[in-house]
């Protein structure tokens, strides 16, 4: 069932009563987690703070105290609403490696209490719900592709394929929104924002959680074991701001530290000897409905030696305006989350002018398998890199407060001299790499400039919101155990990319969702 709380679920029904499951949250992370309750004999509370579609009202409870680095991603990286920020993600796939969840001697407080063996089961059952095609995800792919592996060097550069879940697919609210209505055991409560985890027994057991409606309805959600799933800086917040600002979860002082995204640097520009040859390479492929795409990554050795992080560069194909390109991408966006755009008229005679290049983008996509990038426009070298862990990028209370009475968060993001040097340093090796190669010439931008949008050498945050709620064997070092309990409360479970004690660099959401899978096995087995 999914219902809107004071609209056509009161407050005394959702308060009378224990679920044996609430779930906080119906985001990327916390919807995987639900549906695996489906058809079992618990009950299950899912609570969202959003609507069907996102709104101006549920987008300011998102609104933060900026008091660090400029960041994006705080105010325009999440989405708070049924679904949450799969409304608008890219859909891409990438498992993490050993050396992402190692612990590295020239990054500290990296290392993960969890080894890659032990997400390789729910990766797979990630990708089944996904239906991406799954492994390999290294350089064999350059063969199921039927591409001539370029022969980058093997010593300083290793390549990895993301794989992207179909545009269908991609939007947890629409694949799954009838599994739940249907669904008798699980209710999903819209307008249901949780203001306070509540605990009796000094702290370490929860009782559940309290909510508020935006129009000032609330009640007391009684659950036998809770999950927060509220994203990288509301999962923290909303702890923070827990038993009145005493915080729950927080015996080690490490809840809101380590906050860290990836950062995308602007490295420069590759003017190619033959556009053919690199687009060919670099353009990418389908196999069935997945697409393929690849990034040069340092290898191992490399970032022992340099002292690097891990990074990933890529290119990026500018798109020529007045070709229609950009307004078809709007337009499949916005189908993505959930409210189809019609084109404005002005959109409409664009894409008829670029009716051409949109025939031949569909020729290409539908017969040659591939996402064609544009025959003319700048070639963008974009290097991506994790950040080191520092306990001093952090989310916490502010003194003001939103519209259902939460503190904001006030948040200082911060970045080390670490991820400087692994951009500019993997920048010059990939620069490099493709002069070597006989790929082009490379002009690299100068240092990264966070403060800069779109000039060479910009650098900016990627809507990855990681860390805040880190995992860890021992309770002084984090908040959740590597089963995603939190060491201080035996029955209160975090799951989503706030979990990860270092970022690594794929793209987070894979494995959060396969952690959340893995979390759903042991709720539902009693043994977590
Ligand atoms: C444009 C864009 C592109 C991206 N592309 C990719 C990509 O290609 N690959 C990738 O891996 N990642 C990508 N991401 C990141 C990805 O979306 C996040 O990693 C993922 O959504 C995090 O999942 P989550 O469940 O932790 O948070 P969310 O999906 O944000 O869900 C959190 C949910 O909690 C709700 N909530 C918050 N506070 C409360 C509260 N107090 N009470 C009740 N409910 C609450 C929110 O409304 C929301 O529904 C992208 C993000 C953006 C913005």
Redesign the pocket.
């Known amino acids: 069932m999914i219902k809107r709380l004071g609209v056509d679920l009161g407050a005394d029904t959702i308060g009378s009563g224990e679920w044996d499951l609430c779930i ?8 995987a987690l639900a549906v695996q309750f489906v058809g079992v004999s618990q009950r299950v509370l899912v ?4 609507l069907h579609a996102p709104d101006t009202f ?1 987008e300011d ?2 609104a933060v105290v900026p008091v660090g680095l400029p960041h994006d ?1 705080a105010t ?11 409304r ?7 498992p993490m490696r050993a050396s992402e969840l190692a612990a590295r001697p020239w990054v500290p407080d990296s290392g993960w209490p969890l080894d890659c063996e032990t997400l390789q089961p729910y990766y797979r059952r990630v990708e089944q719900l996904l239906r991406v095609e799954g492994p390999p995800y290294d350089r064999e792919v350059w063969q199921r592709l039927g591409l001539a592996d370029p022969g980058f060097d093997p010593g300083e550069i290793q390549v990895r394929f993301s794989q ?1 879940a179909a545009l269908g697919r991609r939007n947890f609210a629409v694949l799954w929104r009838r599994q739940l209505e249907n669904a008798s055991n699980v209710t999903v409560v819209l307008d ?4 306070n985890v509540r605990c009796s027994g000094q702290g370490r057991h929860c009782e559940g959680v309290d ?1 508020r409606s935006r129009d000032g309805i609330a009640a007391e959600v009684r659950a036998r074991s809770t999950v927060i ?4 800086i ?2 923290a ?2 702890l923070l701001a827990s038993a009145g600002g005493a915080a729950v979860a927080n015996s080690s002082g490490r809840l809101g530290r380590y906050f860290q995204d990836h950062i995308s640097y602007r490295a420069g520009e590759l003017e190619p000897v033959s556009r053919r040859v690199v687009q060919d390479l670099f353009d990418p492929r389908y196999v069935g409905n997945t697409m393929f795409s690849v990034k040069l990554e340092p290898t191992d050795e490399s970032m022992r030696r340099n002292g690097w992080l891990n990074a990933m560069a890529h290119l990026a194909f500018e798109i020529p305006e007045a070709l229609g390109w950009m307004e078809l991408r709007r337009i499949l966006r916005s189908a993505q989350a959930g409210r189809i755009e019609l084109p404005s008229l002005h959109e409409a005679l664009e894409m008829l002018r670029g009716s051409r290049e949109l025939a031949r983008l569909m020729f290409a996509r539908v017969w040659a398998r591939r996402r064609r990038s544009p025959d003319n426009g700048r070639i963008q070298i974009l290097v991506d890199t994790e950040q080191a862990p520092q306990a001093g990028s952090r989310i916490t209370l502010d003194t003001s407060v939103d519209a259902v009475g ?1 503190p904001r968060a006030r948040f200082d993001w911060r970045i080390s001299e670490l991820e400087r040097q692994t951009l500019t340093g993997f920048a010059r090796t990939v620069g490099s790499e493709f002069e070597r190669l006989g790929l082009g010439k490379v002009r690299l931008a100068a240092e990264p400039d966070l403060h800069a949008r779109d000039s060479p050498g910009a650098a900016r945050d ?4 990681m860390g805040t709620t880190r995992m860890s064997r021992s309770p002084q070092r984090g908040v959740t155990r590597p089963d995603l309990r939190c060491h201080d409360v035996d029955n209160l479970y975090i ?4 979990v990860f004690p270092a970022g690594g660099i ?5 494995t ?1 969702l396969a952690l959340a899978l893995r979390l759903a096995d042991e709720l539902k087995s009693g043994s977590a």
Do not use: D, K
Request: hydrophobic share 45%; net charge positive; charged share 10%.
């Open positions: 906080v949250g119906a985001g990327a992370a916390g919807l609570l969202e703070s959003g549920a409870l998102n991603g325009l990286g999440r989405v708070r609403a049924f679904g949450g920020t799969t608008a993600w890219g859909g891409q796939l990438v992207w249901a924002t949780a203001v909510i799933a509220c994203g990288g509301e999962s917040r909303l939460m990627i809507y990855h919101h799951v989503g990319p706030s794929a793209n987070p959401t894979f959060a």
